[in-house]
């Protein structure tokens, strides 16, 4: 596709229950993020792959955040135990474009765990 | 201190006049910059790049870097209230992309 996709678009989820949140990134872009962004608040990075390196977990809030990147395009965060404080909206963003570091964001998964 | 720093404003403008949104870095390695819009409950979306000190222009958008400073502003001329958003600095630094938390930006008629 053109862009960066993201499903579910919303997930409601009680609280204990596992989610998980696919990204599927711009072919060919060799680095994707993982962001949280919580109502009115910044970005908050969670955890960076580029290509074959090991992914930088440091922003991963907990040990119930885990994600993978697969065959280096598709992503999958996923969520162990959720929490009302998971509650946020998740967003992927693909970098590769013709700048180093320009980043493309999918629309993002919006969470709620009620 | 934080990586990227930003005024979370709001920075209010009268419709038709100059918005500046300024942005400070503590990372003197970095070698890109950039500047995303976020619309309300939208994503952010890329809206200027620049690498070198100095300006760049495109269209109404004007993005300056100043590496000796470590410093990055966007201007936006004749504003418009369609340009009301939230504004995010991100620097790539060594190693990744840092965002700033973002300049509200609210432009009234």
């Known amino acids: 596709g053109a862009g960066v996709s993201q499903s579910p678009s919303n997930k409601v989820t009680e609280k204990g229950k596992d989610v998980e949140l696919r990204c599927d990134p711009i072919s060919g872009h060799t680095a994707l993020y993982w962001y949280r962004q919580s109502l009115g608040q910044g970005l908050e990075f969670l955890i960076y792959?580029?290509?074959?390196?090991?992914?930088?977990k440091s922003g991963l809030p907990s040990d119930r955040f885990s994600a993978e990147r697969t065959g280096g395009s598709v992503s999958t965060l996923t969520i162990q135990r959720t929490q009302q404080e998971d509650s946020a909206v998740y967003l992927c963003?693909?970098?590769?474009?013709?700048?180093?570091?320009?980043?493309?964001f999918g629309p993002g998964t919006r969470l709620t765990v009620t | 201190q934080k990586e990227v720093e930003q005024n979370s404003g709001p920075l209010s403008v009268p419709e038709g006049a100059i918005a500046s949104l300024n942005c400070t870095y503590s990372?003197?390695?970095?070698?890109?910059f950039f500047w995303y819009r976020q619309y309300s409950g939208k994503s952010p979306e890329l809206i200027m790049f620049?690498?070198?000190?100095g300006d760049k222009e495109d269209g109404r958008f004007t993005a300056q870097l100043n590496k000796a400073s470590q410093y990055v502003s966007l201007l936006i001329r004749d504003s418009q209230p369609s340009d009301s958003a939230t504004y995010l600095c991100a620097v790539g630094n060594t190693d990744k992309l840092i965002f700033g938390t973002g300049t509200r930006l609210q432009v009234f008629p």
């Open positions: 620049i690498y070198s000190n």
């Open positions: 990372d003197r390695g970095s070698q890109s």
């Open positions: 792959f580029q290509g074959n390196s090991a992914p930088d």
């Open positions: 963003a693909s970098e590769g474009g013709l700048a180093p570091y320009e980043q493309y």
